[in-house]
């Protein structure tokens, strides 16, 4: 599917010097003009969804929403493993904030293991992201469904 997704994309930003009677009369870049739109609605929609699924999800345990981001902006998105990551941190900036306002007010932060805490998920969060733009794709596809898988697994036994 994404070497046809390719192909046709290939075609369509093709440049060809056309007359505009051709042009009008080139049913076939029209068609592909409004399937393009078709598309893109359709996945702006899903991206929608998701992003609701996501932050209930993310809201109710607190975690998991950027593990289950990133599969939606690489499936849906069609974007690569490692811009998939990234843009994924990025969406999860806004719902975390959220999510800090209302534990907050509720009362349900403790303050005790806060900074300490913050300080290594700071640390590491600049590691990682250096270490992102450094593995394989492919190793990262596969060392991060693996920790997907593992999570899972822990989770049920």
Known sequence: MAKAYSAKWEQAVQIKPKTIKEFEEDKSTRKFEVEGKKSKAKQLVLFAFFG?????????????????????????GKLDDRRAHATAILVMLPLCLASTVVYMLSNTVDFAVLIPTAI??????????????????????????????????????
């Open 52 to 76: 609701i699924l996501i932050g209930g999800i993310n809201g109710l345990f607190g975690a998991g929403g950027g593990m289950l981001a990133v599969p939606v902006l690489s499936f849906v």
């Open 120 to 157: 290594g998920v700071f640390v590491g969060g600049i590691v990682g992201a250096k270490l992102l733009g450094l593995l394989n794709e492919n190793l990262l596809f596969f060392v991060f469904y693996s920790l997907m898988l593992i999570a899972g697994l822990k989770m049920l036994y």
